[in-house]
T-cell receptor, first 112, second 113 residues
Framework: GESVGLHLPTLSVQEGDNSIINCAYS??????FIWYKQESGKGPQFIID?????DKRQGQRVTVLLNKTVKHLSLQIAATQPGDSAVYFC???????????FGPGTSLSVIP | DSGVTQTPKHLITATGQRVTLRCSPR?????VYWYQQSLDQGLQFLIQ???????AKGNILERFSAQQFPDLHSELNLSSLELGDSALYFC????????????FGSGTRLTVV
């Protein structure tokens, strides 16, 4: 069945460094991908998205890369800050876009 | 504040009991989605409603049911509760039936003892 998985369950980075969180997906029919950030005690919060007709999209301090050939996407966070500490989920959506499927999540810890 | 309101925030109940979780979607959103988040299962899609009608179903147990009312708020009913039902339950909403991404509420933490 369809699934979205993460290579690294935990990631620790030094404040100011760049962070890279990776994700693999298995459903080749998925054409829309989203990264969510979940802080303790809160619901998932949209960070950035990308459609399958793109391979890169940039936001404020974040970049998402999509490699459809190997079904892989990544989230890059520039100049990581303590406020970036959270669990990050990649998620995919597939026509008719009636449910977002989440990966297991990566916990990002920023070391001051 | 995301605009999606979930109540209660915390709920402690005994095995075998029944509870109702409530969700008010963001103003203007017609679709409501329910997710269960447990430590070993991650975020699992349960069910979607659009404008009062069920539109998509995930791995929702038969002991669980949901509905969306004319004012668009939704309720998730969990019955014959088991210890394994302890989890965070999130509601999300979106404008359309088929939407790329959603806005999530802060969740209801259910503890079954």
């Amino acid at each position: 069945g369809e699934s979205v998985g993460l290579h690294l369950p935990t990631l620790s980075v030094q404040e100011g460094d760049n962070s890279i969180i990776n994700c693999a997906y298995s459903n080749s029919a998925s054409d829309y991908f989203i990264w969510y950030k979940q802080e303790s005690g809160k619901g998932p919060q949209f960070i950035i998205d990308i459609r399958s007709n793109m391979d890169k999209r940039q936001g404020q301090r974040v970049t998402v890369l999509l490699n459809k050939t190997v079904k892989h996407l990544s989230l890059q966070i520039a100049a990581t800050q303590p406020g970036d500490s959270a669990v990050y989920f990649c998620a995919e959506n597939t026509p008719p876009y009636d449910k977002v499927i989440f990966g297991p999540g990566t916990s990002l810890s920023v070391i001051p | 504040d995301s605009g999606v309101t979930q109540t209660p925030k915390h709920l402690i109940t005994a095995t075998g009991q029944r509870v109702t979780l409530r969700c008010s979607p963001r103003s203007g959103d017609l679709s409501v989605y329910w997710y269960q988040q447990s430590l070993d299962q991650g975020l699992q899609f349960l069910i979607q409603y659009y404008n009062g009608e069920e539109r998509a179903k995930g791995n929702i147990l038969e002991r669980f049911s949901a509905q969306q009312f004319p004012d668009l708020h939704s309720e998730l009913n969990l019955s014959s509760l088991e210890l394994g039902d302890s989890a965070l339950y999130f509601c999300a909403s979106s404008v359309a039936q088929g939407s790329y991404g959603y806005t999530f509420g802060s969740g209801t933490r259910l503890t079954v003892v």
